[in-house]
């Protein structure tokens, strides 16, 4: 079979557009509505979607410009797909969690349940969080530097693998002749003593049908490729032109080779926001409306956010971007890629504002499902990627409008499966299912 691309559901309560909430064909108390959510896995399913990927952020967004903002009130991400993985039975469930503020041993467990739950479908997206308001509710008065974050997050990395390599995959006999409810020859205790943690184990949870869940990130400076070429499994990254898809994609595949790792021990999924209609006449006119539903203060609020938590309300709609320091608490990569578009296209406050409420500085699409396909497959066909998360304005609209259009496209090119071959998202993505490092070892 010819390489076929990957393609992921990023599913943000009421869409990612920041103005989605108001408009009339959208639930605007779906981040709390469990059969929006049933809804939405089961269209990205019927449409043979790789995963179903969910964000989060453990601070609720407060304040005058928050207020206007649909942001507030979700699901917390494994407790949904959890859920979620009992209506459906294909499908990826990658969630999010941080480094930053939870313990190596509680997230191992939680996905290796996941894992269990869904049949051998769990993913997580291992981020290090660049929301300094998280700080503030575990006892911190600012966030983690940088540097620390990504050193913490390295390590957090390796003690959670470690401990889902806690138990064989045999190691459980269950034997109510002899007795035997396990074999403790094939028991590892981690016993795990580093800069940052320090964890005995085992892990109380069965080595996990896919032997580990499937390894996600999303940074894209220096530190978090470097993290990303030593550790993931998948990697989500904004890019705004096809040269910049390639430069990063070349640049990551390029840094495997130095962890004993081949080049396909790695997919690059980048962000692409797609709005999609039958005619591109219609495709715009349907993005308009979500951004004449944006209110400038918004926008720019949205964009501070990204930058790395800056406030702009002081500086002028009308005038351009200030010169900011460098992040220590945010995403650096989303930091210089909006200050490179800001210079290059000469945009004021108020419109790099607008112009990020939604896709938020990853690629954009708007056009036909001829368009929308064309240009996957010309980033998928030129070295700059190997699928995509998609992103539409509106849930449940945009994802339908995706399904129903692109989909198809992509499958009478050959580009997309058309029915599921494998029942684990290692299968899905043609990710090797990882041996037990103790077990090897020993051998």
Known sequence: MSR?????AFLMATGHHVAAWRHPDVPANAGLDFAQYKRLAQIAEAAKF?????ADSIAAATGEIASQMARSDHFEPL??????????????????????????????RKFASLDHLSGGRAGWNLVTSDNAAEAQNFGRDEHLGHRERYSRAREFHQVVTGLWDSWEDDAFVRNKASGHYYDPAKLHVLDHVGEHFRVKGPLNVARSPQGQPVVVQAGSSEAGRELAAQTAEVVFTAQTSLANAQAFYADLKGRLGGYGREADA???MPGVFVVVGPTEAEAQAKFEAFQALVEPEVGVALLGRMLGNFDLSKYPLDGPLPSLPLTDSGQRSRQQLLSDLASQEQLTLAQLGRRIAGGRGHYSLIGTPLQVADELQRWFENGAADGFNILVPH???????FAQWVVPELQRRGLFRTEYTGSTLREHLGLVRPANRFKAAQA
């Open 4 to 8: 076929q691309l990957k393609l992921g």
């Open 50 to 54: 790789d995963a179903l990927f969910v």
């Open 79 to 108: 407790t949904l797909l959890s859920a979620l993985s009992a209506v459906t039975a294909h499908i990826g469930l990658i969630a999010t969690a941080t480094t930053s503020y939870n313990e190596p041993y509680h997230v191992a």
């Open 266 to 268: 790695l997919k690059i």
């Open 395 to 401: 849930l449940p609209g945009g994802l339908e409008d």
